[in-house]
């Protein structure tokens, strides 16, 4: 399962992958404490009181209610859930630039209840091979301490690159959960607007996110061509047809490659030089990985490519079905 994916590099960066990449979500409470820790951890703190912590996770919690709904359509939020009282204080918490006092204390309340309990869990029981953060102190005082993994990750090279990963996961994920929406996106997946390098869902055509920062993460944050660290922000980034565009002509349209699988950030020079020649064997194999990495998560970019696998005959549930699909369009070309 996820295990392929830690295996090929064994750090805390990708445990954090697994969290935020792959993890189940009902709600997107995991993406605001994901994005609270990085902050504190990259201001070098070791350790945080949770009321501290809980500001910045409540208000962009009520920052994305604005914008898109935060949990699944199928999730119950009665009066007293953190949702239902986050959206009646949103107004007057965005005017005080902080959390209302009554926001405060019931997102510390839930975030000890819930997400802190789960940020560690993957689906199956399964916990991550790192932790981030431990939470210490009395029930009246409680502080949460973070660990060197965690600063270890929020100070690394790719430092922007997970923040960009972590937002795109989260644009994703509520997208999928808005209503109507939700239902195609699960059953369809997403498209490719390739002129603007974005994802969008089929049926409306909106934006989602860019499809760097949705896929990226998957391929360890790296060059799909060298194989070399791609930092987002810093190096000059293209989104690479691994399989040329100009074969497409070859399968009488057969093959679609413009579509997310075929599609892989990489360095702007190693693109150019790149130009049209087919793919090495190297590159397929680090492409193969990385679309295993993708149906390890949740809907709607595992629908995305399960629907690819499955319209060309193969189940889209088993290991080693990318690798070998990648291989007979190779034989093709
Ligand atoms: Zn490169």
Redesign the pocket.
């Known amino acids: 399962m996820t295990v392929d994916f830690f295996r090929e590099e064994p750090t805390a960066r990708s445990s954090w992958r697994l969290a935020v990449l792959m993890g189940a979500n009902s709600r997107t409470y995991k993406f605001a404490l994901g994005e609270a820790l990085l902050e504190a951890a990259a201001a070098g703190r070791e350790d945080i009181p949770l009321r501290d912590l809980a500001k910045p996770y409540a208000m962009s919690l009520v920052r994305h209610l604005a914008q898109a709904p935060q949990a699944s359509l199928n999730t119950k939020v009665g009066d007293t859930d953190f949702l239902a009282v986050a959206q009646r204080e949103a107004e007057e918490s965005a005017r005080l630039g902080s959390p209302t006092e009554e926001l405060l204390a019931l997102a510390m309340k839930s975030m000890q209840q819930m997400v802190m309990q789960k940020f560690h869990n993957l689906r199956g029981g399964v916990e991550l091979p790192h932790r981030f953060y431990e939470l210490t102190g009395s029930s009246r005082q409680r502080v949460v301490k973070l660990t060197d993994h965690l600063r270890e990750v929020a100070l690394s090279e790719q430092a922007t690159t997970l923040q960009s990963e972590l937002a795109a996961r989260w644009s994703i994920v509520e997208t999928s959960f808005a209503a109507g929406v939700g239902q195609s996106l699960v059953l369809q997946g997403v498209a490719v607007d390739l002129d603007n390098l974005v994802i969008t869902d089929k049926q409306r055509r909106r934006p989602v996110t860019g499809v760097t920062e949705a896929v990226i993460g998957f391929q360890h944050g790296r060059?799909?061509?060298?194989?070399?660290p791609?930092t987002l922000g810093i190096d000059e980034l293209a989104v690479d047809h691994v399989f040329p565009y100009s074969f497409m002509r070859l399968f009488g349209g057969k093959i679609d490659l413009d579509a997310i699988w075929n599609l892989a950030p990489?360095?702007a020079?190693?693109?150019s030089r790149k130009s049209n020649r087919p793919p090495h064997h190297d590159e397929l194999v680090r492409l193969a990985k990385r679309n295993e990495a993708i149906l390890k998560s949740p809907h709607p970019l595992k629908r995305t490519l399960q629907l690819t696998l499955k319209l060309y005959g193969y189940t889209g549930e088993r290991a080693g079905e990318w690798y070998s699909f990648l291989q007979r369009v190779h034989r093709e070309m």
Request: charged content about 10%; hydrophobic content about 40%; overall charge negative.
């Open positions: 060059c799909m061509i060298c194989g070399e791609l990489a360095h020079a190693c693109n």
